[in-house]
């Protein structure tokens, strides 16, 4: 039982920072019906930018808690300029082709990316730690130890949650949200209400990466920092949002947290030998449920009229 | 200086004339016909003066300014708002927030001002809330206005268009054939709702309309297109009299 309850407190925690990512890929696709096949990189960047933030904060504070709202804020800032940057240069120009080509130049984003990072310059191919700042350290544990939940678990889920609250009033309470519903709904008339199209989907683009950026700080102080470390939890994240149905916000949100939980249980449950199929176990699921209900849990079908 | 004029608008799809030499003018206050057979470019001209498509000639002034090569939203604000011959609602929200949609764009907060809900955002908020409400009850939609916009029914969608057209603020309002799909009652109704729409909100309202008996009787000038050519031009008697509309368009009189 214990051991049930520690793998659900890690399932969720793992699964919170998928969450983030897969609200990325589904604001996005909402808004432009595109695969921002990028967003992966976008949250690597945002850890070796908490990684950088990090390092410096260290250098004169002490204080984790002067330096810790210093490397998300700061993180989450170079990637919505970075989230801001790759819509503008790379897809932007590209708005009247058909989306097969956006699809290719986000394939390229990520690529360069990728690559960029692993120059000396700006970061090196070695995956390093992250600096000091904070150690996993038990915050709330049973007498026997047997259920542990750390502080870094708690900073997963609660930023998550916070981020989740803070997102669904600016859809759901502003003007900006409500001209971001209207363009999801349909782009061409939007803009023929005098909605400034342009404009929303930069701030899609940008809130998406933001959030892509928490989740790659809490990755980075969690796991390490690698150019390429966003390739799995982007293409996991990505079938979290088909899962809960690509286009939904919520969807995106159970979709993120049920992809952890079943990563942490196939870990803890099947036999040592095979936990290495634990991502296997991911992609199973995305092509069970693109069989079984094609536009996820929360998916809308949308009828197409002629 | 006319409310909109439009002056020699040519479009070229490939080798397609779409539109050739179409010209206009259209006063505060007048309602003014387009009408032609289908394919006549009629929705086209729509779509140029909206700024869907660039004019490959010819200008398109509102308030003697000039408005060709804006984006559709820029040309939204300078004052000219439409409605789509098949239903364009943003379907799965709320009859309100549709109408919302258009008087957001006239706020005069940023992001900022909504985040930190300072005094201003909060006064302007809860006006446009309650100009859109007077806006949908003039247009005898209020008891609807929590529903989802895709459930009302056919009417009232045609109904909430012209509304969200509306709260945009337009001078000039066009309608792409309001009257598609409406029975004979709703088109009675329709044309009393037009007639009280140019009187009470001022504007000047240019029509496509494939029902003759609504055009002629509610038009105070009317324009005949057919293969993108204005064949003919004049008040609703005038064009009815004219040949060429009948060989075109109307049929032989009986």
């Known amino acids: 039982m214990d051991q049930l309850i520690q793998q659900l407190i890690n399932g969720l925690s793992v699964g919170a920072t998928y969450a983030l990512i897969a609200l990325g890929y589904t604001m996005v696709y909402g808004i432009l019906r595109l695969i921002n096949f990028a967003h992966g990189e976008v949250y690597m960047v945002g850890a070796v930018s908490s990684y950088y933030l990090a390092e410096w904060t260290m250098g004169w504070t002490g204080s984790l808690w002067v330096a810790l709202p210093i490397v998300v804020v700061g993180s989450m800032l170079v990637c919505s300029i970075l989230g801001f940057l790759i819509e503008f240069l790379a897809y932007r120009p590209l708005r009247d082709r058909p989306r097969l080509v956006v699809l290719i130049s986000a394939i390229g984003v990520s690529l360069l990316l990728q690559n960029l990072a692993q120059f000396p310059e700006l970061f090196g191919p070695t995956p390093r730690r992250f600096p000091a700042l904070i150690q996993s350290t038990p915050v709330f544990y049973n007498a026997a130890h047997t259920i542990v939940l750390t502080n870094l678990d708690v900073l997963s889920l609660g930023l998550t949650l916070g981020l989740m609250v803070i997102m669904t009033w600016v859809v759901l309470g502003t003007k900006t949200g409500l001209a971001l519903r209207a363009v999801s709904f349909r782009f061409d008339t939007s803009m023929l209400m005098g909605i400034n199209t342009g404009r929303i989907i930069s701030f899609t683009f940008m809130f998406g990466s933001a959030l892509a950026a928490v989740a790659g700080t809490i990755d980075a102080i969690r796991y390490d920092v690698r150019p390429l470390m966003g390739l799995l939890p982007g293409l996991k994240a990505f079938v979290a949002a088909v899962l809960g149905g690509i286009g939904s916000i919520p969807g995106a949100v159970v979709g993120g947290l049920f992809m952890g939980l079943s990563e942490t249980l196939v870990k803890g449950y099947l036999p040592s030998a095979y936990t290495g199929y634990a991502d296997a176990v991911a992609f199973v699921l995305l092509i069970v449920i693109l069989l079984v209900r094609p536009t996820g849990l929360f998916g809308r079908v949308a009828p197409e009229k002629v | ?254």
């Open chain 2, 1 to 254: 200086m006319s409310l909109l004029e439009i002056s020699n608008l040519s479009v070229v799809f490939g080798g397609l004339k779409a539109l050739c030499d179409f010209d206009l003018t259209l006063e505060q206050g007048e309602l003014v016909g387009l009408i032609g057979p289908n394919g006549a470019g009629k929705t086209t001209t729509f779509n140029i003066v909206t700024g869907v498509y660039r004019p490959t000639a010819g200008d398109v002034r509102l308030d003697g300014r000039s408005i060709v090569g804006f984006k559709p939203h820029q040309i939204n604000h300078r004052g000219i708002a439409r409605t789509f011959q098949n239903i364009r609602l943003f379907a799965g929200m709320s009859v309100l927030d549709n109408v919302l949609v258009g008087f957001n764009q006239s706020l005069r907060h940023g992001f900022a001002g909504t985040v930190f809900r300072t005094p201003r955002h909060q006064h302007e908020d809860q006006r446009n809330q309650d100009r859109a409400v007077e806006l949908l009850s003039t247009l005898g939609l209020d008891d609807r206005a929590m529903e989802i916009a895709h459930n009302l029914p056919y009417g009232d969608q045609r109904r909430l268009e012209i509304a969200r057209a509306l709260a945009t603020n337009p001078k000039v309002l066009l309608l792409d054939e309001p009257a598609a799909g409406m029975n004979p009652q709703e088109k009675i109704e329709l044309s009393g709702l037009i007639e009280m729409i140019r009187q009470r909100f001022g504007v000047g309202i240019w029509l496509i309309e494939h029902d003759m008996k609504l055009v002629m009787s509610i038009c105070q000038r009317l324009t005949v297109l057919d293969h993108g050519q204005v064949i003919a031009v004049g008040t609703p008697e005038q064009v009815r009299a004219d040949p060429r509309v009948c060989e075109a368009y109307l049929g032989e009189p009986t």
